[in-house]
């Protein structure tokens, strides 16, 4: 057979339908999408945790956003069709695009693309999430994969940083995170972000993170955020005594083509969204600052 | 692709001509033309109008004949409401890239690289399959050449299908593939079967060559330094004359970099992608503002370093190929091989870390 015929084109997307929404914030907004072809969801092969799809407005361009929902896995105990959530916020040309469609509208995916979270190696383990802002959009599958498998692993700290009580995302679904036992959620605003009746920590998150005085024994870190934020963060996690291998991370360069052709996404040698995004601390510090 | 061996013969410049005509009536030829007082590569309708010498290079590398300055991904249209989607036709017939250059046949293997792996690139892998390239090698070094500094031959075999080699009056001619046999098939009318002895005179060639080109060379271990030097001031210095306009990158036969962009309306657009380059400060730029190279010395740097140091593999050739391009159409003079040389020498001399 043709080389031609045996490869598929990369960029041709499957269409999928917004089947509803949720608003976080005034500039955030988590779609949840279902394939509009019943084939190609039945063809779909699902994601792990931390992997990213490229997501198109038709006539706008295309987004890179995490798959932010549980992961979908084919041999797992759901018979229902593939949904796909992806938590966006509103910043540029395809994002406000996407903002102002609507349910029922269709958009292009492609994807899944990237490394994962490596889950299955923390089991038995205590996990730390940390999220500043959007970041949390990026921990959220592996957060709900953990929690729904919470038998597998330790006790799960979840701490959702923002710059305003206005700006924190997943307000909604926080208290059911917080049911499951053994799975804490600690809220906080940078200073001079709370409200009057804020009930949540106000301070930055790697002073907050030291604040909670967690046992780095048996522990993982996993952290997504503003590239400002992982500086301060790392000096945090090295003074309490973490290990670089304790932690984990998700880079977020900008990205085109998902596949390590476009060229953008380099650090050093590593492409992001081929080799990455996930990589430990450990493996960052081997990287150029380059990101 | 690894060289075979295949037929070899000796041709005068009336049976090259003839063979070229006979390769037209079955494929689109790509050869060098003169275009307004510029030699480029284009689609010939007659073999005498390819310009095969023994020296001398085309102002851009054939690579847009594989990865074209723009094309479409896919077009969309919106039909009562529904999307539609359609992949571009991918080409049928053959293409036949002539008198292609041995560093630009390589620059096309560096191209592979990027798109044949992992993921497959269908419309790049679609037009290589249907592609020979047929090289000439050089007898001369141009001014801004630069191949043997860089790990290089003006004779190198490396993506070449059929190879030319300039002999005294007579074009060398040998089938290096089984896809450069089938161009060649039984040789042509009057061809002169090639003796060992002609072969023998590509280390001759090479060697004259080398001789004349007065830069470098670039080692290989100076990647681990260069790679070290990321910090080093001294990019600071060297980078001060780049103007940023990314020349290097387009003319350059191995840059592979592209933007991705919808251009459309309300009914119908294209998912387009276009050459773009690392050396852009938008070709970095997150949407929320955030810029890991906002500076013209961190581009630059990238460049250079992208051609020189960061590799998967230690043993992988130099991602430069030493056309000399960017050098003769850099608008500030840089000279990409004087850079590396002046980096290294201040990032040894003044340790890895230092300030400049």
Redesign the interface.
């Known amino acids: 057979m043709?080389?031609?015929d045996a490869?598929?084109?990369?960029?041709?997307?499957s269409?999928m339908r917004i089947q509803d929404y949720t608003d976080e914030t005034a500039d955030v907004r988590t779609l949840k999408l279902q394939f509009v072809d019943d084939a190609e969801a039945g063809e779909f092969t699902g994601w792990e945790p931390g992997q990213f799809g490229q997501f198109?407005?038709?006539?706008?361009?295309?987004?890179v956003f995490a798959l932010a929902n549980a992961p979908w896995r084919p041999n797992g105990d759901r018979d229902l069709a593939p949904t796909i959530e992806c938590t966006f916020r509103m910043?540029?040309k395809v994002?406000s695009a996407l903002r102002a469609m609507s349910k029922g509208q269709?958009i292009?995916f492609r994807g899944p693309y990237g490394n994962h979270f490596p889950v299955d190696d923390w089991k038995g383990r205590h996990l730390v999430f940390i999220g500043g802002g959007i970041g949390m959009a990026a921990l959220r599958s592996a957060m709900l994969d953990v929690i729904n498998r919470k038998s597998e692993f330790g006790d799960i700290v979840i701490l959702n940083g923002a710059r305003s009580v206005a700006d924190m995302v997943y307000s909604d679904e926080m208290p059911s995170w917080e049911q499951v036992d053994g799975v804490e959620v600690v809220r906080t605003v940078d200073p001079g972000g709370e409200t009057e009746d804020w009930d949540g920590q106000v301070g930055l998150l790697p002073n907050v993170f030291e604040g909670l005085g967690l046992d780095p024994e048996n522990r993982i870190v996993i952290a997504c955020g503003?590239?400002i934020m992982l500086h301060y963060l790392f000096l945090s996690l090295g003074k309490v005594g973490y290990s670089p291998e304790q932690v984990v991370t998700t880079l977020?360069?900008?990205m085109?083509?998902g596949?390590?052709?476009?060229?953008?996404c380099?650090?050093?040698?590593f492409s992001v969204c081929?080799d990455g995004p996930v990589v430990t601390w450990a493996e960052l510090n081997q990287l150029?600052?380059?990101? | 692709m690894k060289s075979v061996k295949g037929s070899s013969w000796k041709l005068t410049e009336a049976q090259l001509r003839e063979w070229l005509r006979g390769l037209l009536e079955e494929n689109h030829v790509v050869a060098p033309v003169e275009e307004d007082g510029v030699v480029l590569f284009r689609r010939i309708a007659s073999a005498d109008d390819a310009i095969v010498e023994a020296s001398g290079k085309t102002r851009w590398s054939p690579k847009e004949f594989l990865f074209p300055r723009t094309e479409a991904l896919y077009r969309y249209t919106f039909a009562g409401g529904a999307v539609q989607i359609e992949d571009p036709p991918v080409p049928e017939k053959h293409q036949v890239l002539f008198a292609v250059r041995s560093c630009d046949a390589s620059g096309l293997v560096r191209l592979d690289e990027i798109f044949l792996s992992g993921t497959k690139d269908l419309l790049y892998a679609a037009r290589r399959e249907n592609t020979s390239v047929v090289t000439a090698a050089c007898a001369a070094a141009d001014p801004e050449c630069f191949c043997t500094a860089v790990g290089y031959s003006p004779v190198g075999e490396e993506g070449s299908d059929v190879q030319l080699v300039p002999l005294d009056g007579v074009w060398l001619l040998r089938a290096l593939t089984d896809k450069g046999q089938a161009l060649v098939g039984d040789g042509g009318e009057g061809w002169k079967k090639a003796t060992a002895a002609d072969g023998k005179t590509l280390p001759a060639i090479e060697k004259k060559v080398a001789g004349q080109i007065d830069r470098g060379p670039v080692n290989q271990e100076w990647s681990q330094v260069l790679e070290d030097g990321f910090e080093h001031g001294a990019w600071d210095r060297l980078a001060q004359h780049c103007l940023g306009c990314s020349v290097c990158a387009y003319v350059c036969p191995s840059c592979s970099c592209f933007d991705m962009n919808h251009q459309g309306n309300a009914w119908c657009g294209e998912q387009c992608r276009s050459w773009d380059a690392c050396t852009f400060p938008l070709f970095t730029h997150h949407a929320s503002g955030h810029n890991p190279r906002a500076t013209k010395q961190q581009r630059y740097r990238q460049r250079v370093l992208h051609k020189f140091a960061f590799r998967e593999e230690g043993d992988q050739p130099f991602r430069c190929v030493g056309c000399g391009r960017c050098v003769a159409q850099c608008p500030a003079g840089l000279d990409i091989v004087n850079t590396v040389a002046a980096a290294v020498e201040a990032m040894r001399e003044e340790g890895v870390d230092a300030a400049g």
């Open positions: 043709p080389l031609a490869v598929p084109n990369p960029y041709h997307p269409l198109t407005v038709f006539g706008a361009g295309e987004s910043v540029g994002t269709v292009g503003p590239p977020e360069n900008k085109k083509c596949i390590g052709h476009c060229g953008r380099y650090v050093g040698p081929r150029p600052e380059d990101y």
